[in-house]
Structure formats: C-alpha cells, structure tokens
C-alpha cells in the first residue's frame, strides 16, 4: 500500500466541495430547526417540545441547553463521518468514494431537520394567525 500524506481522512491541503456543501446545509438546517423551535417554545403559549430528549433539556436547562446540545449533536456527527472517511480511506479494498460517505451520511440528518422546521413553520404559523 502506498503512503498517502492523510489528514482526517483528506489529502494533505485538500478540502472537497462535497464537504463543504453537506456540512453548510447540515448546520443551516439544524439552525433553522433550532430557530424555529425556540421561537414556538418562547413566543406561543402552548407549543411543546415533542422530542423527550429536548424536553427534558429545556425543562432542566433551558434555551442555552437546546442551543449546546444542537451544537454538541452536529459537532458528533461530523466528528463520526470524519474518523469513519479516514478509517476508510486506509482501506484498499474500499470502494466507497467520499463523496459518497458525505452523502450517506449527512442527506438524511439535512432531510430531519428540513422537516423538522419546515413542522415548527406550519405549527408558528397557524398559531399565530
């Protein structure tokens, strides 16, 4: 096998647009999620936060927990996709291109979290009206 000069599973100096992309509308998602959900939690009266986890943190924590726990959830996914690319990308046998992996990796959170605001809007909306 030949030594490739590797950095989290990249070549030295390298960053790929399939990364960029994915990770921009990962946090961009996840950020309107937030948003959105912040707005309904804090500005009308009787909208709940559905997911068990989340609940519990705003009840104990408040806005601040939803806010560090968005981050800490992007951040361990990001971490994750980057230590599996560079476990993979040692691997001869591999076929998987990491564009791929970004894809398979990164669509289904971004379609979450899509839904998710796009929920929270529908919600806000027919609250407010």
């Given amino acids: 096998m030949a030594q490739r000069d590797l950095h989290w599973g990249f070549e030295a100096n390298?960053?790929?647009?399939?990364w960029t992309v994915g990770l921009a509308l990962l946090v961009l998602t996840k950020m309107t999620d937030l948003l959105?959900?912040?707005?309904?939690?804090?500005?009308v009266?009787?909208?709940?936060?559905?997911?068990?986890?989340?609940?519990?943190?705003?009840?104990?924590?408040?806005?601040?927990?939803?806010?560090?726990?968005?981050?800490?959830?992007?951040?361990?996914?990001?971490?994750?996709?980057?230590?599996?690319?560079?476990?993979?990308?040692?691997?001869?046998e591999c076929s998987l291109e990491r564009r791929h992996l970004y894809f398979i990796?990164?669509?289904?959170l971004i379609i979450v979290y899509s839904i998710a605001t796009l929920n929270n809007s529908v919600l806000l909306l027919s609250q407010l009206s």
């Fill in 45 to 92: 009266d009787g909208v709940t936060e559905k997911n068990p986890i989340g609940a519990w943190i705003y009840r104990e924590i408040g806005i601040a927990g939803l806010i560090g726990a968005s981050i800490t959830g992007v951040l361990m996914v990001v971490i994750v996709v980057e230590v599996v690319g560079s476990w993979l990308s040692t691997l001869d």
């Fill in 14 to 18: 390298t960053v790929t647009s399939e």
């Fill in 36 to 43: 959105t959900t912040i707005v309904g939690l804090t500005l």
């Fill in 105 to 108: 990796s990164y669509l289904p």
